[in-house]
């Protein structure tokens, strides 16, 4: 964990010599799938399947790679683990006195039931409640990562049916980025984390030192909201084999970290504490007087106000190296050196987004945009900043081709299409992850970005898609919360927690149940993929699609024909292709007729766009800044921004601050730790936690936790012991991983396990990191989720023998 000023200098040394630029990895336009394979697609990957007697019994990734991904062998037991939901159930009570409140979500066994009667049980309750409390009152936001595929969308399908049912409550931003997509729009103009970066070759070819400011690409790579290109970690390992200087922040030796070994440096702050980091940083350029006047005279606005902060003019606190180390814990001769390494070489700044998935989380992304404006590198050739390179494969050029489009949350236009359906879109909208707290205060004001609003008063959820028991903070005050709506419905393919706390669970297929169709890679639109039907939905599974589609026609007779616009799923899919090939063919770009490309059971990769290979992210913008401003008022950078002063938020001054945290390692009691929730390797969140990959990461039958020796020898607790973590607002079981590569006082749950929740104890027998968790916003700006933000206390769990029952189906099922 020590870096020592020779070592340091010694690789930032070795970077001068530019590299061969190559592309990632080659692969024919059309590549091959083996013969007696069904090719289809998920998050992570394109996938070949291959069927037995009706079931999936293996599958594999269909993309050339050189770095395993250990998600894509999933197939079989994504298909057939026992915990699938086989046919619609009805908690007992509920059928018994439906509509009627009575706080058994999660303790009552469940009732078979038809789906005509599953689905006209819905239909009366529905309209009831909408009736008598509005379209408001029915939260169908229905956040979450569902499946691939541009049909078989399981939120957009739901609220289709919501708009022609008259309208909903629904969510903006999301969980993986709600800090950050608020801030920068306000200090660069533009969201940022969703946009194509730099491209790699010119990162390859350009950059002489690398900074991976808390990311871990070697997991978070291993998907991509449409489909992973794959592409993204042959560019990493490509920066490996470069001998460029690589700098990883992390509190944790993340697996891509190891992955780096020696041709990285690890620096461990605390958690929470980047901003301070970033301060002594910068506040060590502007004493040797390293920082690029000039860049910040013609592209920023409101530096001035920030460097008299930076300086302590008027707090009388200078946030000097000296000062960032008694908060984040990096010796401050490290922090003056990486000054001097970042303004004396060609630095490309990366960040993840667990750092602001933290109280005060808009501060981090501003902070370190304020830096790379100080190093004057934004917009130069290797440059700058990036915020998404750890994320769906960001910096791999895009391509030229078709690109698919997707089915929409409205139906077409009503009186176009020559129906009389009154459609509404949400009514209401609440952020993402203040689910809990509005459904604490219906009817309660409060701040956002700005703006007042109102939380709606919910008698409805519906969730299809999403985890929401697990990615939610604060799982006992989510459960208590749970209880107060008049319905809950959730469609799933399993039996998860959140299931098991419904009124009526409707069964879905997987995506290996039906037909759909995706792009890879979010940015390149590299490949076209066909997402061919496996195997027969498994027992009483239905699609999203032909559910609601079913309910559309119970609304009013003549729904289900507006609701599909009368095609099938075949018809669907071909509308889509027809368009990607239309769009293809304006591009000199072929793409084969769709029964022929459907026919070969064969994936398209997009032709290589040599103009795309040099795109650099804010090349315009520095060229020319007056004919190309950015979308802020000023057009420049803003540093300090006069719209944030304007609201006048305490947690969100008008420039980058430093704020302490409510739980940091600077409050914590000597016996307590600060919890680190990452993002899982062998999961996508809760999605596969069921699968036999858990055995790659399970310890004593639990969640993981990575622990420091010293904080293990200070609990007399060693590797495999069982563990119970816990602080006021829960308590969990995990399994011990005693690690260096872990700061000291800090322990890592990976966010992602499904909550188990002992009757008697309450303690949750599978180490849900969100049991554990604050819930609170990260500000008013944002109001995004604050889950890396909380203290924790772990001993040798001495309790009776608890049996793992995460994933066995309720009583009844
Ligand atoms: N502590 C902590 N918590 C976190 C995070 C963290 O860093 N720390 N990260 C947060 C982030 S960034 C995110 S994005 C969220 C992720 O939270 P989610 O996106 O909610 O997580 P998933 O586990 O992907 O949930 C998807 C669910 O959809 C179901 N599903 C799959 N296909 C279909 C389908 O076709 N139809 C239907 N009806 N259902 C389907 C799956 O079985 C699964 O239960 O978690 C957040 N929570
Ligand atoms: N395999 C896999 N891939 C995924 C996902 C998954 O669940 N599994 N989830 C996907 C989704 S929805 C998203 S949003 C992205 C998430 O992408 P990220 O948000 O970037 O992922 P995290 O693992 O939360 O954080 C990345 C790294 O930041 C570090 N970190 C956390 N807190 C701090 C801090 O205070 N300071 C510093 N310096 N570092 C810190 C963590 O230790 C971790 O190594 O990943 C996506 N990719
Ligand atoms: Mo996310």
Known sequence: MTLTRRSFLKTAGSTAGAMMVTSAVPLPAWAETPAGTVLTAARWGAIEVVVKDGKIVSSKGALAKTIENSLQSSGPDQAHTPCRIKYPMVRKSYLAAPGKVDGKRGKDEFVRVSWDDALKLINGQHSRIRTTYGPESIFAGSYGWRSSGVLHKAQTLLQRYMSMAGGYCGHTGDYSTGAAQVILPHVVGSVEV???????????????????????????????????????LEYFNQLKASGKTVIAIDPMRSETIDFFGEKAQWIAPNIGTDVALMMGIAHTLVEANLHDKAFIEKYTTGYAEFESYLLGNEDKTPKNAAWAEKICGVPAKQITLLAEIFAKNKTMLMAGWGIQRQQYGEQRHWMLVTLAAMLGQIGSEGGGFGFSYHYSNGGNPTRSGGVLTAISATVAGSSSAGNDWATSDAVANIPVARIVEALENPGVKYQHNGKEQTFPDIKMIWWAGGGNFTHHQ???????????????VISECYWTAAAKHAD?????????????????????NQHLVPMKQAIEPQFEARNDFDVFADLAELLKPGGKAVYTEGKDEMGWLREFYDAAQKGARAQRVNMPQFSVFWQANKLIEMKRNPKNETYVRYADFRNDPVMNPLGTPSGKIEIHSKTIEGF?????????????????????????LQLLTAHPAHRL?????????????????????YIHPDDATKRAVKNGDTVRVWNDRGQVLAGVVVTDGIKPGIVCIHEGAWPDLDPTTGICKNGGANVLTKDIPTSRLAN?????????????????????TAFTPPLGA
């Open 194 to 232: 969703y946009e194509q970066q730099t491209v790699w070759p010119m990162i390859l070819k350009n950059s002489q030192v690398v900074v991976l400011w808390g990311m871990n690409p070697l997991n978070t790579l291993k998907i991509a909201w449409s489909s992973t290109d794959e592409q993204g």
């Open 474 to 488: 604060d799982t006992n005050r989510l459960i208590a919360a749970w209880q107060k709506p008049e319905l809950v």
């Open 504 to 524: 009526i669970v409707l069964p879905i297929t997987t995506s290996f149940e039906r037909n759909d169709l995706t792009m890879t890679g979010d940015y390149s």
């Open 648 to 672: 006048g938020y305490k947690d969100c001054p008008a420039h980058p601050t430093w704020l302490e945290p409510d739980e940091w390692a600077g409050n914590a009691q000597a016996d307590q």
């Open 685 to 705: 969140h809760s999605q596969l936690n069921y699968a036999e990959l858990r055995t790659k990461c399970a310890v004593a039958n639990r969640e993981p936790v």
């Open 784 to 804: 995004g989720c604050s889950a890396n933000t909380s203290l924790v206390k772990l001993e040798k769990y001495a309790g009776p023998e608890l049996t793992l």
